[in-house]
Each structure stands twice: as C-alpha cells, then as structure tokens.
C-alpha cells in the first residue's frame, strides 16, 4: 500500500499524526507546503492526502484541486480550524473526501483515514475493472448464461429473438451478438417498432421510391437496406402492426423486398435480431401476431433476466453508472457507501437496468455530499416498494430448448442425434425454449421458494416483545443481531478481526467499536 500524505506547517500536527498511523502500520510521508506535494506527485502519488486549509506558500484549496487534475480518485481530506468551515465546504464542494476540524481528536482522524484508504483502495479495484469495462456487466448465473449463450453464436448468423422487461438490456445484447459474429465488419441498424407510427413504419423499414406518397420528395433506403452486410435489430417487435408482419414474413422467407412505391425487388442480406417485452405466444393466441412470423423469428431465443432475478450484480452496476453519469456531466464521480449499495439491492427495480441508470444519474445531480448515503437515495427507494432478496419474485429454470429439442436445466442432457443441426448443439440457460403457442400455455408453472427460516424467528421474537410492551425494542433486537454475526465471523476465522471484518463488508474500527460495545471482548 502507498503512504499517506501529510501536508502541514505545523510540526506538532504532522508529529501526532506521523506518530498515530505508525500505530496503526501505515506508511507516512509529510510536507510543509503544497509546492513539495506537487512536485511529488510527478514521480508518485500517495494512497490518501491530508492537507491542511492555509498554509504559507499555498492554499489546501488550490493543492485539492490540482491534485485532483491528475488524480481524479484520490481521496483527499481537508484540515481546518473552525474559523474555515466556509472555505472547507468548498473543499468538499470540490471533491475533497471529508474535512477535519482543529482541533481533532486523534483516534477520530485515524478513523477517518483509515476510511478513506478503505475507500481509495476500492476506487483502485474498480479502475482496473472500468479500464477494461466489457460491453455489459453481470457476475449473476443467470447473465453468465446470457455471455455463454452469445459467445456459442459468435460463429453464427442465425436469426435471434430476446426477451425480457422494458429496460432489461436487449439493445445491449443485440449490440453483442453483431460485434461477436462473422458480421461485425457490417453496420448494426435498430428501429423501435413501436415508436413509429404505422403510416411510416413501412418505409422506415423497406424505404420508398420518389412520389410513392405525399412529401416523398427523394428516393429513401429503408434499414433493411441500411443494414445490407450487417445485422438489422428489430426492437419491440411484439407491437409490429398486423399487415406489415406479413411484409416481414416474406422478407425472412425469400430474401427479398420492395420499397414503398417501388416495382423492382431488392436482395435482403441482413441477420435480423428481434426483440420483444411482450409474451409472443399469447399474441399469437390473441390472434395479434402471426405464428408463421413467430416461428421464423424464434429460431435461437435468448431470455434476459429482469435486474430484481440478479440483484448481486446491482454494485458494480451502479459504480459504473455513476462513474458514467460523472463522465458525461463533466464532474467528479461520487462514492456510493456499501449502506445505500444494500439498500438498492433490495429494491425491486421494475424498470430494471435503465431505471438503475437513471437513479445514479439523479444521485450524481442531487445527492448533497461525494459519499452518498442511504438518505440520500431518491424518495421512490425509501418508501415501502422494496422486497427483500429472500421475498424476489421466483425464477423459472426453463428447460433449454433449441429447434424443438428439449435439455431440462436441472437434469444431465441427453445425447445429441447426428441428425441435429448445429444451432441445436447450443445450451444453456439463457436460451429459451423454441416452442409451439400451444405447448408454451401448458408448460408447468415453478413453485415459489419457502420463506428463510430465521426471518420467521426474527418476526416471532419481535412481535413478542413489542406485544409485551418491552423498552428498546430496536436497540436490543439489533445488538443481538450484530453480537451474533460478528461472533460468527470472528468463529470463521479464528479471531482475526481485519479478516473478520473483509468477511463482513465493514471497516477494521468499526468491527473493534462494535466489540467492545457489544462486550465481545474475550
């Protein structure tokens, strides 16, 4: 780990922090004015910089904000008297981490340090993840079926169809499967066929020919044509008008088109990836999508799973759009606390990804302060409309079906025939069944998994207590709840608390505060 930096002209305050974080085995280096620290910083940077406000030849503001030039992750506390606090808030405006009153106590500045390695060692972590940012994110078993299921068709140029809830992903996913196939040297072309009115969705998709009606002023290619050598994305093809399925139908079937007004056919070259939040088998029932078209775009299908059915991959999601919504604002990225990263994942997020992206984009906006807490989340995830994990809603393991043939995901799968095709040797969990209308309606419905059994004690021993009017209830409840998990932690690892403490997710102090609070000293 690399030292921390003290910047002072007082000697009395570098000693005494010098002489603390010995005490706590981290590597210290000092500097009487801002001047030395910059030049510095041309060579080597430290892990956190403590900075005082006014100093001879320099000011703290000035040296906070070109440090932060270089070093936009660096984590930087300002040191103040009293008599500054208007300038400190400006430092904190600024991108300083915290500040720190004079006079301070010396075991509350060693915290705070100690928080900001904490939390610069994190930002180290997560730069190396965002440098080399794949195109889409997910450590969930459901989204690694999704990457394995792309990478299986990166050799191919099969007919797609995605589903899954508005904001899922699909445009992302569609984008993957054009980059990582034969085509990825073409153009990719996306129309939302439902943000286009039916009068235009015709030419918009196969183009018109001069004067083929009022205002077509010029001959237009359609994306079809756009999209010649490439792959053409079809979103929200569920809401695709009657009478223009069949125009697609026939270009899927027999490669060519005509353009609006036009008497000379065109040739199709496009893999068409299709999309869709709507459940196609009971349109089709509803007799409001054809199963001719259903068929021909249910070649391969790929099922993306809502965000609530891969809540542990809601932090590196919302780390990243903050960093994102930070980058395209021109501003510095805020810190969301491990707290509020808890609290998102308990939200049920219904629209999904996007709704995700949103929110950090208003915490980048409106959060007050650069860590961002719990209350600072917006009002919609602090009211009653988040679940707990345990009470998500139920994810069906569909059977794994390509071209009819059936591999139940919880059984070991069968032999393939030699007279399967090779889109038939793909598998996995991301790949839908290819199914009839009629079979989809009599497919088996998946049980809901039982409640988790201490959440039912936990609801008992409340409810007895608050019945029985006793004092405290919160306090006592969550001492209990915090002696046992860190006695667990403590048992797990033989009594190392920093090791403890990683297991836990919280910070070295505050697993020793929490001991000796709880009477866990041995």
């Given at each position: 780990m690399k030292p921390i930096w003290i910047v002072d002209d007082d000697q009395s305050i570098r000693f005494v922090l010098e002489k603390a974080l010995a005490r706590e085995e981290l590597a210290v280096r000092s500097f009487t004015n801002p001047r030395d620290v910059l030049l510095a910083l041309d060579t080597e940077a430290p892990q956190v910089l403590v900075s005082d406000i006014r100093m001879p030849g320099g000011s703290g503001i000035d040296l906070l904000t070109q440090v932060k030039e270089r070093h936009p992750g660096l984590p930087v506390i300002i040191m103040t008297a009293y008599s500054d606090l208007d300038s400190a808030v400006s430092a904190f405006q600024g991108g300083a981490f915290e500040y720190l009153p004079k006079p301070f106590d010396v075991p509350k500045a060693v915290e705070l340090i100690r928080r900001a390695v904490d939390e610069s060692m994190r930002e180290e972590?997560?730069?190396?993840?965002?440098?080399?940012?794949?195109?889409?994110?997910?450590?969930?078993?459901?989204?690694?079926?999704?990457?394995?299921?792309?990478?299986?068709?990166?050799?191919?140029?099969?007919?797609v169809l995605i589903t899954g809830e508005s904001g899922s992903g699909k445009e992302l996913v569609a984008h993957a499967l054009h980059k990582h196939s034969p085509r990825a040297?073409?153009?990719?072309?996306?129309?939302?066929?439902?943000?286009?009115?039916?009068?235009?969705?015709?030419?918009?998709?196969?183009?018109?020919?001069?004067?083929?009606?009022?205002?077509?002023?010029?001959?237009?290619?359609?994306?079809?044509?756009?999209?010649?050598?490439?792959?053409?994305?079809?979103?929200?093809?569920?809401?695709?008008?009657f009478d223009l399925q069949t125009r697609l139908l026939r270009v899927l079937s027999d490669g060519q088109f005509y353009r609006v007004g036009g008497h000379n056919p065109l040739r199709?070259?496009?893999?068409?990836?299709?999309?869709?939040?709507?459940?196609?088998?009971e349109r089709v029932k509803l007799g409001a999508f054809r199963e001719d078209l259903f068929h021909r775009l249910n070649v391969i299908r790929l099922r993306l799973p809502a965000l609530r059915e891969r809540r542990e991959d809601v932090p590196a999601l919302a780390r990243f759009f903050m960093q994102k919504s930070a980058k395209e604002l021109g501003v510095e990225a805020k810190r969301i606390t491990e707290a509020a990263l808890a609290r998102l994942m308990q939200f049920d997020f219904p629209g999904n990804v996007r709704q995700l992206e949103n929110i950090c984009h208003w915490l980048t906006v409106m959060a007050p302060a650069q860590v961002v807490e719990p209350k600072d989340l917006?009002?919609?995830?602090?009211?009653?409309?988040?679940?707990?994990?345990?009470?998500?809603?139920?994810?069906?393991?569909?059977?794994?079906?390509?071209?009819?043939?059936?591999?139940?995901?919880?059984?070991?799968?069968?032999?393939?025939?030699a007279s399967w095709p090779l889109s038939a040797a793909l598998s996995g969990s991301a790949i839908e069944p290819v199914m009839s209308p009629t079979a989809a309606a009599s497919a088996p419905?998946?049980?809901?998994?039982?409640?988790?059994?201490?959440?039912?004690?936990?609801?008992?021993?409340?409810r007895s207590m608050l019945q029985a009017g006793m004092p405290d209830v919160w306090?006592?409840?969550?001492?209990?709840?915090?002696?046992?998990?860190?006695?667990?932690?403590?048992?797990?690892?033989?009594?190392?608390?920093i090791e403890a403490a990683q297991k836990l997710g919280i910070g070295r102090n505050t697993i020793t505060r929490k001991i000796q609070e709880l009477g866990l000293e041995d």
């Open positions: 972590v997560l730069d190396e993840r965002t440098a080399q940012m794949p195109e889409m994110l997910g450590q969930a078993p459901a989204m690694q079926d999704v990457f394995r299921a792309i990478g299986r068709l990166s050799q191919s140029i099969v007919t040297a073409g153009p990719f072309v996306a129309i939302n066929t439902a943000a286009i009115p039916k009068d235009l969705l015709e030419s918009e998709l196969f183009g018109h020919e001069r004067g083929a009606f009022t205002g077509a002023q010029t001959t237009r290619r359609g994306r079809f044509e756009q999209a010649d050598g490439g792959t053409l994305f079809l979103d929200e093809i569920g809401d695709m008008p199709s070259n496009v893999r068409v990836i299709a999309a869709t939040h709507q459940n196609l088998e917006p009002p919609e995830l602090m009211g009653g409309e988040a679940s707990a994990p345990s009470q998500a809603r139920p994810v069906a393991q569909a059977p794994v079906l390509v071209e009819g043939h059936a591999v139940e995901h919880n059984t070991a799968p069968a032999p393939m025939p419905a998946v049980a809901a998994p039982m409640p988790t059994h201490w959440l039912s004690d936990l609801e008992r021993e409340s306090d006592t409840l969550t001492r209990k709840f915090e002696a046992q998990l860190i006695h667990t932690a403590l048992e797990i690892t033989r009594g190392r608390r």
